[in-house]
């Protein structure tokens, strides 16, 4: 199974397109994830959403808006609170985990694959078969 994340962007105006994402593929959509970290001195939180793998294929995409939307525990905003209200029309609960932040990586890919390893370890994904 091949498990990939794809960046978005920081959740400004490309968080509507990780919301249609979630809307137009409801009959694939596992989770919608909010993954929480520190850059720098700010609280800052990453929206996601994960579809079931493909069949046939075995993909399964994870889009993400990576580190871009202020923690909404710390200042609520208005693009957490899109999430939220899509999380609650498609009768979803947003999973919170707190994760270390994109900069403490020397590539965006290794971050990417620690968030897999965090998902697979919760069971939130399936493990490679």
Do not use: W
Not at 13 to 27: K, P, T
């Amino acid at each position: 199974m091949l498990q990939r994340f794809i960046e978005l962007g920081e959740g400004y105006s490309d968080l509507y397109e990780l919301i249609e994402i979630a809307n137009s593929n409801q009959h694939r959509l596992a989770h919608l994830m909010a993954l929480h970290t520190t850059v720098g001195a700010k609280k800052m939180t990453s929206l996601s959403v994960v579809l079931q793998p493909t069949n046939p294929g075995e993909f399964q995409a994870l889009y993400i808006c990576r580190e871009g939307i202020p923690n909404p525990h710390i200042m609520p905003n208005k693009r957490f609170e899109l999430f939220q209200n899509l999380a609650d029309k498609l009768g979803k609960k947003i999973i919170e985990i707190e994760v270390k932040n994109s900069k403490q990586f020397a590539e965006k890919d290794l971050y990417f694959q620690y968030l897999i390893g965090i998902l697979r370890l919760n069971n939130y994904i399936p493990p490679l078969r």
